[in-house]
Protein backbone atom coordinates (compact mmCIF):
# COMPACT_ATOMS: atom_id res chain seq x y z
CA UNK A 1 0.00 0.00 0.00
CA UNK A 2 2.50 2.56 0.69
CA UNK A 3 4.75 1.81 -2.10
CA UNK A 4 1.30 2.55 -4.26
CA UNK A 5 0.90 5.58 -2.23
CA UNK A 6 4.68 6.54 -3.02
CA UNK A 7 4.04 5.88 -6.65
CA UNK A 8 1.11 7.93 -7.18
CA UNK A 9 2.85 10.70 -5.51
CA UNK A 10 5.61 10.29 -8.32
CA UNK A 11 3.41 10.00 -10.71
CA UNK A 12 1.70 13.45 -9.70
CA UNK A 13 4.67 15.42 -9.68
CA UNK A 14 6.49 14.26 -12.86
CA UNK A 15 2.58 15.04 -14.63
CA UNK A 16 2.70 18.17 -13.13
CA UNK A 17 6.06 19.23 -14.27
CA UNK A 18 9.59 20.41 -12.79
CA UNK A 19 9.23 22.68 -10.19
CA UNK A 20 5.65 21.65 -8.85
CA UNK A 21 5.82 19.93 -5.19
CA UNK A 22 3.13 17.15 -4.88
CA UNK A 23 0.08 17.83 -2.55
CA UNK A 24 -0.02 16.32 0.17
CA UNK A 25 4.24 16.83 0.75
CA UNK A 26 4.22 18.57 4.04
CA UNK A 27 2.09 17.06 7.34
CA UNK A 28 0.08 20.64 7.86
CA UNK A 29 -1.49 20.36 4.79
CA UNK A 30 -3.44 17.21 6.17
CA UNK A 31 -5.10 18.87 9.07
CA UNK A 32 -8.95 19.07 10.25
CA UNK A 33 -11.19 21.86 9.79
CA UNK A 34 -9.97 25.02 11.40
CA UNK A 35 -12.15 26.40 14.63
CA UNK A 36 -12.84 29.88 14.76
CA UNK A 37 -9.84 30.55 16.98
CA UNK A 38 -7.12 28.96 14.30
CA UNK A 39 -6.03 29.99 10.99
CA UNK A 40 -3.89 27.61 8.52
CA UNK A 41 -2.08 29.41 5.25
CA UNK A 42 -0.56 27.92 2.66
CA UNK A 43 1.89 29.53 0.31
CA UNK A 44 3.62 28.52 -2.37
CA UNK A 45 6.16 31.70 -3.08
CA UNK A 46 9.42 31.19 -3.93
CA UNK A 47 10.25 34.70 -2.44
CA UNK A 48 9.28 33.89 1.05
CA UNK A 49 12.59 34.09 3.43
CA UNK A 50 13.53 30.57 4.65
CA UNK A 51 12.46 30.17 8.23
CA UNK A 52 13.60 30.48 10.76
CA UNK A 53 13.85 34.33 10.20
CA UNK A 54 15.77 35.66 12.92
CA UNK A 55 17.15 39.15 11.03
CA UNK A 56 13.32 39.85 9.82
CA UNK A 57 14.19 39.41 6.08
CA UNK A 58 10.87 40.42 4.15
CA UNK A 59 11.67 38.34 0.77
CA UNK A 60 14.40 36.17 -0.35
CA UNK A 61 15.90 35.82 -4.11
CA UNK A 62 13.75 33.32 -5.98
CA UNK A 63 16.23 32.53 -8.53
CA UNK A 64 17.67 29.49 -7.58
CA UNK A 65 14.50 28.36 -6.18
CA UNK A 66 12.71 25.72 -8.55
CA UNK A 67 9.52 25.50 -5.94
CA UNK A 68 8.38 26.04 -2.22
CA UNK A 69 5.83 25.19 -0.18
CA UNK A 70 4.84 27.15 2.93
CA UNK A 71 1.82 25.98 5.58
CA UNK A 72 1.62 28.15 8.90
CA UNK A 73 -0.80 27.34 11.59
CA UNK A 74 -2.12 29.66 14.40
CA UNK A 75 -4.21 29.94 17.42
CA UNK A 76 -4.66 32.20 20.00
CA UNK A 77 -1.63 31.13 22.10
CA UNK A 78 0.29 28.89 19.68
CA UNK A 79 1.58 28.37 16.22
CA UNK A 80 3.48 26.12 13.76
CA UNK A 81 4.77 26.15 10.39
CA UNK A 82 6.56 24.09 7.79
CA UNK A 83 8.04 25.11 5.00
CA UNK A 84 10.20 23.04 1.99
CA UNK A 85 12.01 24.66 -0.94
CA UNK A 86 13.33 22.80 -3.51
CA UNK A 87 16.76 24.36 -5.13
CA UNK A 88 18.05 24.57 -8.98
CA UNK A 89 21.25 22.55 -7.56
CA UNK A 90 22.42 20.98 -4.51
CA UNK A 91 25.00 23.59 -4.09
CA UNK A 92 22.17 26.34 -4.56
CA UNK A 93 20.83 24.31 -1.42
CA UNK A 94 24.23 24.41 0.78
CA UNK A 95 24.48 27.99 0.10
CA UNK A 96 20.71 28.49 1.41
CA UNK A 97 21.65 26.09 4.36
CA UNK A 98 24.91 28.43 4.97
CA UNK A 99 23.21 31.62 4.80
CA UNK A 100 20.33 30.49 7.13
CA UNK A 101 23.19 29.28 9.53
CA UNK A 102 24.78 32.76 9.10
CA UNK A 103 21.86 34.94 10.18
CA UNK A 104 21.55 33.18 13.18
CA UNK A 105 24.28 34.08 13.99
CA UNK A 106 24.42 37.80 12.49
CA UNK A 107 21.33 38.17 14.11
CA UNK A 108 21.06 35.79 17.42
CA UNK A 109 20.74 39.07 19.75
CA UNK A 110 18.90 41.88 18.57
CA UNK A 111 16.95 44.71 20.43
CA UNK A 112 16.60 45.53 23.62
CA UNK A 113 13.97 45.46 26.46
CA UNK A 114 10.58 44.13 24.72
CA UNK A 115 11.84 44.36 21.35
CA UNK A 116 14.51 41.76 22.36
CA UNK A 117 15.04 38.77 20.27
CA UNK A 118 17.40 35.93 20.62
CA UNK A 119 18.61 33.05 18.76
CA UNK A 120 20.41 29.61 19.53
CA UNK A 121 21.20 26.81 17.15
CA UNK A 122 22.95 23.36 17.39
CA UNK A 123 23.81 20.84 15.17
CA UNK A 124 21.29 18.06 13.93
CA UNK A 125 22.49 14.69 12.28
CA UNK A 126 19.36 14.67 9.76
CA UNK A 127 19.72 14.50 6.41
CA UNK A 128 22.61 15.77 4.84
CA UNK A 129 22.70 18.63 6.93
CA UNK A 130 20.78 20.42 9.23
CA UNK A 131 19.99 22.32 12.26
CA UNK A 132 17.79 22.92 15.91
CA UNK A 133 17.22 26.53 16.35
CA UNK A 134 15.37 28.08 19.48
CA UNK A 135 14.28 31.77 19.56
CA UNK A 136 13.05 33.74 22.22
CA UNK A 137 10.97 37.28 21.48
CA UNK A 138 8.81 38.87 23.92
CA UNK A 139 5.99 36.50 25.72
CA UNK A 140 6.52 34.01 23.19
CA UNK A 141 9.52 31.85 21.19
CA UNK A 142 9.88 29.03 18.85
CA UNK A 143 11.62 25.34 18.29
CA UNK A 144 12.98 24.93 15.07
CA UNK A 145 14.84 22.40 12.60
CA UNK A 146 15.89 22.73 9.22
CA UNK A 147 17.31 20.06 7.53
CA UNK A 148 18.16 19.80 4.15
CA UNK A 149 18.70 16.67 1.80
CA UNK A 150 19.56 17.14 -1.89
CA UNK A 151 18.81 20.35 -3.39
CA UNK A 152 15.77 20.75 -0.64
CA UNK A 153 15.71 21.89 2.64
CA UNK A 154 12.60 21.30 5.24
CA UNK A 155 12.07 23.49 7.95
CA UNK A 156 9.60 22.40 10.86
CA UNK A 157 9.13 25.23 13.68
CA UNK A 158 6.39 25.69 16.70
CA UNK A 159 6.05 28.19 19.82
CA UNK A 160 7.81 26.93 22.76
CA UNK A 161 10.60 28.88 24.95
CA UNK A 162 13.99 27.31 24.43
CA UNK A 163 16.78 27.21 26.62
CA UNK A 164 20.38 28.20 25.63
CA UNK A 165 21.54 24.26 25.72
CA UNK A 166 18.43 23.01 23.12
CA UNK A 167 18.01 19.81 24.89
CA UNK A 168 17.03 17.13 22.12
CA UNK A 169 14.46 15.57 23.52
CA UNK A 170 12.32 19.02 23.45
CA UNK A 171 12.73 18.57 19.76
CA UNK A 172 11.80 14.99 19.45
CA UNK A 173 8.44 16.04 17.58
CA UNK A 174 10.15 18.21 14.91
CA UNK A 175 13.11 15.72 14.86
CA UNK A 176 10.14 13.03 13.85
CA UNK A 177 8.89 15.31 11.32
CA UNK A 178 12.30 15.72 9.18
CA UNK A 179 13.16 12.52 9.67
CA UNK A 180 10.29 11.59 7.92
CA UNK A 181 10.65 14.34 5.42
CA UNK A 182 14.27 13.78 4.15
CA UNK A 183 12.38 10.05 3.24
CA UNK A 184 9.53 11.70 1.38
CA UNK A 185 11.87 14.37 -0.24
CA UNK A 186 13.38 11.94 -2.36
CA UNK A 187 10.67 11.02 -4.21
CA UNK A 188 10.41 14.46 -5.67
CA UNK A 189 12.44 13.80 -8.62
CA UNK A 190 14.42 17.66 -8.47
CA UNK A 191 15.78 17.09 -5.43
CA UNK A 192 18.43 14.88 -6.14
CA UNK A 193 19.14 12.82 -3.42
CA UNK A 194 22.55 10.89 -3.47
Known amino acids: MLLTGVSVALATV ?43 RNTAPAGDRLAARMVH ?10 QVI ?10 AMRGLR ?33 GRFFENGEHAVAVRRGAAIYVAGESAWPTRSLPVNRFRGLIDKAERMTVKLCDVPEVTCD
Open 14 to 56: MAAGPGTLPDGLLFLETHPPAKAWETYRTTESKRLPLQPNPCD
Open 86 to 95: VYRSIPAARK
Open 102 to 134: ADLSRCADMGKGYFRDRYFTKPLDVGDEGLRAG
Open 73 to 82: YTSEDSFKYE
